[in-house]
């Protein structure tokens, strides 16, 4: 069935047909995600960006007043490089922290995390109450250890307190992909190029010598030897070097890094069971996606959605995404264990989750409504993790809530409390493990997650909410780090099961055109100021502006105007 695109302009209407009916480039099926509900309940979209400018402006408050704060301190030990740092808590009232350990049990989750949330929705982090907190972050670069990478600790003298330090893979790893973001946002930060150029080197010649068997718990990048220890193997790091080493090659233009990223994903691709153990798989196909489309490879990007959607991780038990409606409440498209009491969500996680998969439909719109449905799910549910949005009696303190100042939520959320005085609560139990992490010690307010509500600036700068309830504006090169020339690029997804007519706002300024990907074609042309579009039930389209007078060309697969890449499928529709 065709579907009706009605445009405004200058008292002028048009009637174009094909924007998302009858799409040409069929969409993909990922089998978690046709489980969800098309449309959660119950439904409602929280501001993100919102969200993440209060948590900034709070958070980093150094005279905030209130039990257990302020959530920043000096660390003054100077480690890596010749200046000071500021800490950030990872939970509220975490006893690790603060003055507590000379000061220098900070993790790079959760400042490198809030860094580049608050950067990613417009603040800019290198010029805020005089101080330079991009410049800061520096100092997680593990120069003094020779490791010459980003690690969660700026030094091994608190590696024991917890998090990871040199001994669990991914907390090595995923720190260089923060960073690589970070320093995506601020390309002329003195000394990041230096860094950056470091890491890529590391993360290649370590591929060289794993030579494509990552199945170790570590990698000494000191020593340059895959380790193992008592922590199960990590295949899906590497996820996490080929994401770094084709970003340094986007960067940098230095083909052995285009090679070394190859070479990584053709590992994590060559294992037989799901390798998932953190957070890293998602960046696999997303990097894969991407890869496929520009560099011409063929990795299955289907194979490495499963592995980050389906739960079936055996290390990691269960780990993926989880679907379920708990006594009423969807909780489909959160992040974590789907087995752990039932199911055990977690905010950063969720939140990271976006940082990769919404860019990579870009690279390969047949996953459009796929994507679209997840979001919207994890949109929907993720407000439960905060306390002024998930009901009291679904709460392990909600009577200490006034402590996160309406911008810290809950480390999780589980279908049965792990906690034995709460294990009657009906699920979804918003809760944390911050008090299992120094038993005895650390508070229950060490429940709310500072370093997870950090990362809310991702699902800020992608979300946007529209005209009608549960269609979503997906941006998709919010996230989308060190990519080509681009124009503006909107998902939109219809979880309902009639049509939608949906208001887009393009603002005044030259003539555009807008192509829908999806179905491979102009759905309009001329436009100057808002127009209207009709979707389709239960169905997406990418919107990509370009300029009206652009002119059209074909290289390969790909579709350009002005010699910048609109479509990059037209030969795979029919």
């Not at 449309?39 to 960006?49: E, G, H």
């Not at 003054?76 to 975490?94: E, H, I, M, R």
């Not at 929907?380 to 200490?400: G, K, V, W």
């Not at 007519?501 to 100021?529: D, H, M, P, Q």
Request: with cysteine.
């Amino acid at each position: 069935m065709k579907t009706i695109l009605k445009l405004t302009f200058a008292g002028l209407f048009f009637i174009l047909f094909g924007l998302n009916g009858n799409a040409q480039v069929k969409q993909q099926k990922i089998a978690r995600v046709d489980q969800m509900p098309n449309l959660p309940q119950p439904l409602q979209i929280i501001d993100y960006k919102k969200l993440a400018v209060s948590f900034d402006s709070t958070v980093y408050d150094f005279n905030a007043k209130g039990k257990f704060w302020p959530m920043v301190w000096i660390d003054s030990t100077k480690k890596n490089f010749p200046q000071n740092v500021v800490g950030l808590y990872t939970a509220v009232g975490d006893v690790r922290q603060g003055t507590n350990n000379k000061g220098m049990f900070h993790e790079a989750l959760a400042t490198m995390g809030a860094t580049l949330g608050a950067s990613l929705v417009g603040i800019d982090k290198s010029k805020q109450q005089n101080l330079d907190y991009v410049a800061m972050l520096k100092n997680y670069y593990n120069s003094e250890i020779g490791w010459n990478i980003m690690m969660n600790n700026t030094c091994p003298e608190v590696a024991l307190l917890g998090g990871g330090y040199g001994r669990d893979w991914w907390y090595d790893v995923y720190p260089n992909l923060l960073f690589y973001a970070v320093y995506a946002k601020y390309p002329n930060e003195p000394g990041f190029e230096e860094i950056a150029r470091s890491i890529a080197d590391k993360f290649y010649n370590a591929d060289l010598i794993l030579n494509g068997n990552y199945d170790y718990s570590y990698f000494d990048y000191g020593k340059m030897k895959p380790m193992k220890n008592n922590i199960c193997a990590q295949p899906d790091a590497a996820a996490g070097h080929a994401w770094v080493l084709y970003s340094a090659y986007k960067k940098f233009g230095d083909k052995k890094y285009l090679k070394g990223a190859i070479s990584a994903l053709t590992a994590l691709e060559s294992n037989k069971i799901n390798p998932t153990y953190e957070i890293l798989i998602p960046f696999g196909a997303s990097v894969a996606a991407r890869m496929n489309a520009e560099e011409g490879t063929h990795f299955d990007v289907n194979k490495l959605l499963g592995w980050t959607f389906d739960g079936t991780a055996i290390c990691r038990d269960g780990w993926g995404i989880l679907v379920g409606n708990w006594n009423g409440i969807d909780i489909s498209g959160i992040s974590g264990s789907t087995v752990d009491h039932g199911g055990y969500g977690f905010l950063m996680n969720t939140y990271d989750h976006a940082l990769s998969l919404v860019p990579m439909v870009r690279y390969n719109q047949s996953y459009a409504t796929a994507i679209g449905k997840w979001m919207l799910n994890a949109a929907n549910a993720s407000r439960f993790f905060y306390p002024q949005y998930m009901p009291d009696d679904h709460e392990t303190n909600p009577e200490l809530a006034e402590v996160t100042k309406g911008v810290i939520g809950y480390e999780g959320m589980i279908r049965q409390s792990s906690y034995k005085e709460h294990e009657n609560l009906k699920g979804p139990v918003a809760q944390g493990d911050g008090p299992l992490w120094v038993p005895g010690k650390n508070p229950k307010e060490s429940q709310f997650s500072v370093y997870g509500s950090g990362h809310v600036g991702i699902f800020g700068s992608i979300i946007e909410t529209t005209n009608v309830s549960g269609i979503l504006k997906l941006n998709l090169l919010a996230t989308d780090f060190f990519h080509d020339k681009a124009y503006p690029t909107f998902l939109y997804y219809n979880p309902y099961t009639s049509n939608k007519t949906v208001s887009l706002n393009i603002g005044k300024g030259k003539k555009v055109n807008l192509y829908n990907t999806v179905s491979g074609r102009f759905v309009a042309k001329n436009v100057t100021s808002a127009f209207q579009i009709k979707l389709s039930p239960v169905n997406a389209a990418i919107i990509v502006i370009v300029p009206a007078d652009g002119k059209i060309s074909y290289s390969a697969s790909k579709m350009l105007v002005n010699g910048i890449v609109v479509d990059y499928m037209v030969k795979q529709k029919k």
